[in-house]
């Protein structure tokens, strides 16, 4: 990278982050603190506002991740710490303002830290980066769309553009944005579900027929057993945590299977205890209630081997004594179970002991409440997604449910959460490269064009084609593109190689500082903000991990009257470039996408009436009938082996995860109180007996590198944390060190990074 250019990555930090005691339990009168802060910081009457309409049903949904509101009465107070953090995010009163980028030259900028760039307030109007130029600069809308749209049409083919959506895009912006894309002539519509739940989309699709999960939150109040899977709702689902609570103090049992021993699945101190009058001083003196009632420490990868350990002996308790599988549930709904019976036959405790990293007896135990549990929900986050085997690892843990016939009925079934509050929104409104031909053949009717049918590019393939000059325009709606894709020198060289990068923001970030040959900023209205356009007050909807559809109503003034719609923003760039549909009508009321959407999205029928009526909820046909639109029209067994990592003597697997104090890429704070970090975000957790073993100390700074392909990638600066992860297994924060997720190392089937399972070595600072 020539000298003066941006810096892809976060630099390192000034002062080493600080070990201290990690939380004794989750959320607690901390996190009743941390709101009162932020409501500090937004301003009293501001904060105030946003807090008591965020996830409310005449409010506005939460911008973090996607876990679902109850379906009855919601509490006064409906949201979590992190909650709080994400609005009070995007309602900061600090404004980024054109003086801002007339004093700060974009490579000064690419310097700080992530954390210093999100700090500097919201974007406030649209800024153009020409090619030559070392400074940000103001720009109209209209030219930027005309600036844009010059750009697409210079292009050899469509196909040399691409359309990035983050999981914050609303049902109405997403479905106009494909619709964009696809009237311009492409399928290249990358998007954050490409790293995060691609692989449960793949997995529960061959086995079950529906890409999504089959509870709702009401299951939770049935279920018997629950099963955390590779997830930490502690920080990034942590209204989940009540659900989990409330499951427990009924009698439900739960089983958490992590390499990390995370404090969001062992004890919680429930906010709303606090607003309790006869719950408040015991939950103030108390140590929180506690969760798990098991936890199986897996080495990183091993979760695969653990599932079939368990059903392993699911199977040997059913010759022994019979009566543990749901044998009529077998045969009347599901096809493959000879295959897998004789395959668990054949997998050795040995084996799956090894691979596991989990003791055999632990996986009895996990056995025997999976046994006694005649409801099971299994959940599950990036810990399964992001692994090299994801797909097959999620399909072993679909097999334990139909083993005992624990899906598609009450208190029971498949519970991906997802991280993102509208990701899965997205997908459905049809961002993806892949659509099927039924859906594409409904758009096309609707609008009377005909829309491209080659497959386009997913997120990594978007990087190679940038990469390779296939590509030559990315505009991207909201998200950090650079920092939440691997391979961040790699990534950043391919974005530098475009003629165009365009950004739909709110915040400042990375991706706005490492750029094509010309760039732009649109800022956007946040979700908390109200949406005034020429035919009134709009609002937009949003999908839940539970596939259930809210409104969602802004309640704010908007940071800055330059600010336009997401909605807006796509109508005024496909109205620049001529296409054929009624943006500008679309752009003044919302009423009418989603009539489109009701005629071509499945489940979407009589849209307007049903949201204003209130949340309504997806069909699924798992969990409404028990009905498997797969190839055979049954529940599919899927047999899998045990992956054998090809770690050599002195690797190490690494996974990258979340602070407490971030949301995906957006860095809120510096602190990570629920593993004890604080004030740093290099750090490589670390068995102790593998620290002793390089010789290495606590709070010493090494070097991580990455060697996959042929390719040396390194991450510098890292203090060593001793932290109970099992030997061989090391743990670090994203977005610092993507730089070492190899862009050729993807879990098989879903092209998902491997952000789970990143070979590295550790060495003494260089
Ligand atoms: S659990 Fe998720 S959706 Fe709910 S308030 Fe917290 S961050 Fe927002």
């Given at each position: 990278m020539a000298s003066n250019q941006p810096a892809a990555?976060?630099?390192?930090?000034?002062?080493?982050?600080?070990?201290?005691?990690?939380?004794?339990?989750?959320?607690?009168?901390?996190?009743?603190?941390?709101?009162?802060?932020l409501v500090g910081e937004m301003g009293l009457a501001r904060g105030v506002r946003a807090l008591l309409a965020v996830n409310q049903a005449d409010g506005f949904d939460c911008q973090s991740c996607a876990w679902p509101s109850p379906d009855g009465d919601r509490h006064v107070f409906e949201f979590c710490e992190n909650g709080a953090k994400a609005v009070a995010d995007e309602a900061t009163p600090k404004r980024i303002t054109a003086e801002f980028f007339r004093k700060h030259a974009v490579a000064e900028l690419a310097a700080q830290s992530d954390h210093w760039l999100n700090a500097q307030g919201r974007l406030t109007e649209p800024m153009v980066l020409r090619p030559g130029a070392t400074h940000y600069a103001p720009i109209g809308w209209e030219e930027a769309f005309a600036l844009i749209a010059a750009e697409l049409r210079a292009l050899p083919t469509p196909d040399a553009a691409a359309f990035y959506t983050s999981g914050r895009t609303s049902n109405e912006a997403a479905f106009l944005w494909q619709l964009l894309a696809r009237q311009f002539g492409t399928n290249n519509l990358p998007d954050c579900s490409n790293m995060c739940h691609e692989s449960s989309g793949v997995a529960l699709g061959e086995s079950i027929g529906i890409g999504?999960?089959?509870?709702?939150?009401?299951?939770?109040?049935?279920?018997?057993?629950?099963?955390?899977?590779?997830?930490?709702?502690?920080t990034n689902h942590p209204r989940m945590l009540a659900a989990l609570a409330a499951a427990k103090a009924r009698?439900?049992?739960?089983?958490?299977?992590?390499?990390?021993?995370?404090?969001?699945?062992?004890?919680?101190?429930?906010?709303?205890?606090f607003l309790n009058p006869l719950k408040v001083l015991t939950t103030l003196a108390g140590e929180g209630a506690r969760l798990s009632d098991l936890w199986l420490q897996t080495r990183i990868a091993g979760d695969l081997a653990v599932m079939k350990g368990i059903m392993k002996a699911l199977l040997e308790a059913e010759a022994a004594r019979g009566g543990v599988l749901d044998r009529e549930f077998i045969a009347q709904h599901t096809a493959g179970f000879e295959a897998l019976a004789a395959d668990l036959g054949r997998a050795s405790w040995d084996e799956i002991v090894e691979a596991s990293g989990v003791p055999r007896e632990t996986i009895l135990a996990a056995a025997e409440i999976a046994m006694r549990s005649k409801a099971t929900i299994c959940c599950w986050a990036m810990g399964l997604t992001q692994q090299p085997e994801a797909v097959a690892t999620i399909q072993q843990v679909v097999n334990l449910l139909l083993l005992r016939g624990s899906i598609g009925r009450r208190g029971a079934g498949v519970c991906p959460v997802r991280g993102h509050s509208n990701v899965q929104g997205d997908r459905t409104m049809g961002i993806c490269e892949k659509m099927p031909e039924s859906w594409l053949a409904r758009l096309d009717a609707e609008f009377g064009f005909s829309s491209p049918r080659t497959h386009g590019h997913d997120t990594v393939e978007t990087i190679r084609a940038m990469h390779d000059c296939r590509v030559r325009v990315l505009v991207a709606m909201g998200g950090n593109f650079l920092s939440a894709t691997p391979d961040t020198e790699f990534t950043a060289a391919a974005l530098r190689r475009t003629a165009l990068t365009a950004h739909i923001s709110t915040k400042l970030n990375r991706a706005h500082l490492v750029t094509g040959r010309t760039a732009l900023i649109l800022p956007c209205l946040g979700r908390s903000e109200r949406d005034a356009q020429a035919g009134g007050e709009q609002f937009v909807t949003t999908e839940d991990s539970m596939g259930i559809i809210n409104a969602s109503r802004g309640r704010l003034t908007p940071a800055s009257p330059e600010l336009r719609s997401e909605v807006a923003i796509v109508c005024g760039l496909a109205a620049a470039l001529g296409l054929p549909a009624p943006w500008r009508e679309f752009a003044t009321d919302y009423d009418l996408i989603r009539d489109r959407i009701a005629r071509v999205v499945p489940g979407f029928a009589d849209y307007n009436r049903r949201v204003r009526a209130g949340a309504f909820y997806l069909p699924n046909a798992v969990r409404d009938r028990r009905e498997w639109r797969t190839a055979t029209g049954r529940a599919h067994f899927i047999v899998a082996p045990i992956p054998r990592p090809g770690v050599a003597p002195g690797e190490f697997v690494m996974m990258t995860i979340r602070t407490h104090d971030q949301f995906n890429t957006t860095v809120y704070g510096l602190d990570d109180r629920y593993r004890g970090v604080?004030?740093?975000?290099?750090?490589?957790?670390?068995?102790?007996?593998?620290?002793?073993?390089?010789?290495?100390?606590?709070?010493?700074?090494?070097d991580l590198t990455n060697r996959h392909g042929g390719t040396v990638r390194l991450a510098r600066g890292f203090m060593v944390a001793p932290y109970r992860i099992p030997r061989g297994c090391v743990a670090t924060y994203f977005p610092e060190a993507n730089v070492l997720v190899p862009i050729g190392s993807t879990a098989a089937r879903s092209n998902t990074p491997t952000s789970k399972y990143v070979v590295v070595t550790v060495a003494t600072a260089g």
């Open positions: 990555q976060t630099p390192p930090e000034p002062e080493p982050a600080r070990l201290g005691p990690p939380s004794t339990a989750a959320a607690g009168l901390k996190a009743v603190g941390v709101t009162a802060r999504k999960g089959t509870v709702t939150l009401e299951d939770f109040e049935h279920a018997e057993a629950i099963f955390v899977i590779g997830q930490n709702p502690g009698g439900a049992k739960i089983v958490s299977v992590n390499p990390l021993p995370e404090i969001g699945t062992e004890r919680f101190k429930n906010p709303q205890d604080f004030g740093g975000r290099r750090v490589v957790f670390m068995h102790s007996d593998d620290i002793t073993a390089l010789g290495l100390m606590q709070g010493q700074r090494v």
